[in-house]
């Protein structure tokens, strides 16, 4: 992650001076320290303990400014083969993709280059295996559910029936052994996506109120290995003319497709598909202006590297932003630890500057998103990346993807098979949910500099802040209407398993502050699958209602004090903060 101490930031002051009388504090602090007597019952404080962090911001600029739709979210196209497609218009399930908008919601990844367009409304042929014993009665099921949700007008909702959803999680359990075969194996089938199919995902999309980006197949080929497009061309002229605002997007990882299908795709033959796609959009007079990104590269090591390069070279203008993706680790980790290791976090560091450079040297100033990233590849691991333990990798992908000006960064996934996702299968919202809500409705797009300083018994410059206290800061949410504009909102992540005190000094002094402190509910720890807010756990009200998220106020001048192992937001109120009032 970058260096707090390294960020641009003018020598106030104010700052100097308040710095000035906190150590003059602490030191008269630390002159009155006693060691408890051995047996005295007193609690000992640790040296990490003693730690005072001084925190200030530049309130003047934003060093970033991104998209509104910065934390977005993705659907895996393995969500028609293992049916859950045809419970997207579940109340509950819009209502909390409701809760994460204004976003994009990307229909893309490992299997966008396996789906085929066949415009037909119903083909229940295409809907995939399952138990005989109730398979006819679980087609009728849904074909009922079809016909009842044509006759509404505007959002189609519903309120499946227990047993319906039931024998869904039965069959997707079934499925998902088969995806995760093909996975594994690298050996992916076919999955069609009908006409039927989009209207579910446009109307899941609409009614949530996210902006659909949709993949087309980049393996169908020509004998002369030019992109086939017309079963693109078929699916674009339908949704035309169902008036359906759609980006698009070709192709997912087309660096790997040797090892998945064992067909290349080079730079230069990627970047004549863009621009055949483009001018394929230009000629249907609805997607005439439609947004295109791309290329959806992999994480950039050296083929990914090369084929972005040689893309940016002959098609860099030809895309509205550029995309690419990156993934923490495999789904082998075993245990807990695995999640909290500083130098696993600082690799996306290391990636976006990679990326950047290519993408500047080619094309300066053009938009980047993180199009697909996720706390593991390959669907992750049960009661890992599901759990409390992978908000810390989730929360800092979401700051130093900000910190460095990636426009958007893409959530792999919203709601899938896997453990991954940020929803489950009961439609209940795992850490990462709640998380990325409380983000959504405190932080802004406007991206604010830190600066902190370090006063330790024993120091050690830089070390405790750089490695595992890692803090971020941005303009509170101008949709959050309890919070006036000029509001700054810190989000904190503390990996330490001591607690840490942090002092607001500078422009941030004596003023009024609302703690929002993440901690894991239960006796799990770090395995929880629940998280409290201030103390409550945080449950849906019901299938429409949030909970409402109360903060704790803390009086003007208190320290922060964070728990170990803890995640913090702290919206620093009434500062009327230059950057943040436009």
Request: glycine fraction near 8%.
């Amino acid at each position: 992650m970058p260096k707090p101490t390294t960020c641009p930031f003018p020598g106030s002051p104010l700052w100097l001076a308040s710095v000035a009388l906190m150590v003059q504090s602490v030191i008269s602090t630390s002159s009155t320290y006693r060691r408890p007597a051995p047996g005295g019952g007193g609690k000992r404080t640790g040296l990490m303990e003693r730690t005072l962090i001084l925190l200030d911001v530049n309130t003047r600029s934003p060093v970033q400014v991104l998209n509104d739709n910065f934390l977005s979210l993705q659907l895996d196209p393995s969500i028609i083969k293992d049916g859950w497609l045809d419970f997207l218009s579940s109340k509950r399930l819009v209502t909390l993709a409701r809760g994460l908008s204004p976003a994009y919601l990307r229909f893309g990844g490992k299997r966008t280059d396996f789906l085929h367009f066949h415009n037909l409304k119903n083909l229940a042929k295409f809907r995939g295996p399952g138990p005989d014993y109730y398979l006819k009665n679980y087609e009728d099921d849904i074909v009922r559910s079809d016909i009842a949700l044509d006759k509404q007008r505007g959002c189609k909702l519903a309120n499946h029936p227990v047993m319906m959803l039931d024998l869904q999680r039965e069959k997707a359990a079934q499925m998902q052994l088969v995806l995760l075969k093909e996975q594994v194996s690298n050996i992916y089938s076919n999955i069609t996506i009908t006409a039927r199919s989009l209207d579910k995902l446009y109307n899941f999309a609409e009614c949530a109120g996210l902006h659909l980006v949709l993949g087309f197949n980049a393996l169908q080929r020509n004998p002369d290995s030019s992109w086939n497009s017309s079963s693109a061309f078929s699916l674009l002229k339908y949704s035309a003319g169902k008036k359906y605002n759609i980006s698009w997007e070709l192709g997912n990882e087309p660096n790997g497709y040797r090892s998945m299908v064992g067909q290349t795709v080079n730079s230069t033959q990627l970047a004549k598909d863009y621009t055949m796609l483009r001018t394929l959009l230009q000629s249907v007079r609805y997607y005439s202006r439609a947004h295109l990104y791309g290329p959806n590269a992999g994480p950039p090591r050296k083929n990914a590297i090369l084929l972005l390069d040689g893309f940016m070279k002959n098609a860099g203008s030809v895309v509205d932003a550029v995309t690419w993706q990156h993934y923490y680790m495999d789904s082998r980790v075993t245990k807990v630890e695995d999640f909290l290791k500083t130098r696993l976090l600082d690799t996306l560091t290391e990636q976006i500057t990679k990326v950047l450079k290519v993408v500047n040297s080619h094309a300066p100033g053009k938009k980047v998103w993180l199009g697909g990233v996720g706390p593991a590849w390959a669907g992750g691991t049960s009661n890992l990346s599901d759990t409390y333990a992978a908000g810390f990798l989730w929360l800092n992908t979401l700051g130093v993807a900000a910190m460095h000006g990636i426009d958007v960064v893409l959530r792999h996934s919203f709601f899938d098979y896997g453990y991954t996702h940020l929803v489950d299968q009961h439609f209940n919202p795992l850490p990462d949910y709640w998380f990325s809500l409380v983000f959504k409705r405190l932080v802004g797009p406007r991206v604010l500099a830190v600066r902190v300083a370090g006063l330790q018994r024993k120091p050690q410059p830089g070390r405790v802040i750089r490695d595992k206290l890692r803090i971020y800061a941005h303009c509170t949410s101008f949709h959050n209407h309890n919070y006036v504009k000029g509001s700054i909102t810190i989000y904190i992540i503390n990996l330490h398993r001591s607690r840490k005190k942090i002092k607001l000094a500078g422009t941030l002094r004596n003023k009024t502050v609302h703690q929002y402190l993440l901690q894991p509910y239960g006796t799990d720890g770090l395995h929880a699958r629940s998280v409290q807010l201030n103390g409550e756990k945080l449950l849906m009200v019901d299938n429409e209602t949030f909970p409402e998220l109360k903060p704790q106020t803390l009086r003007a001048g208190r320290t922060i004090a964070m728990p170990p192992m803890t995640i913090g937001f702290y919206v620093i109120k009434n500062i009327n903060a230059y950057a943040c009032r436009r």
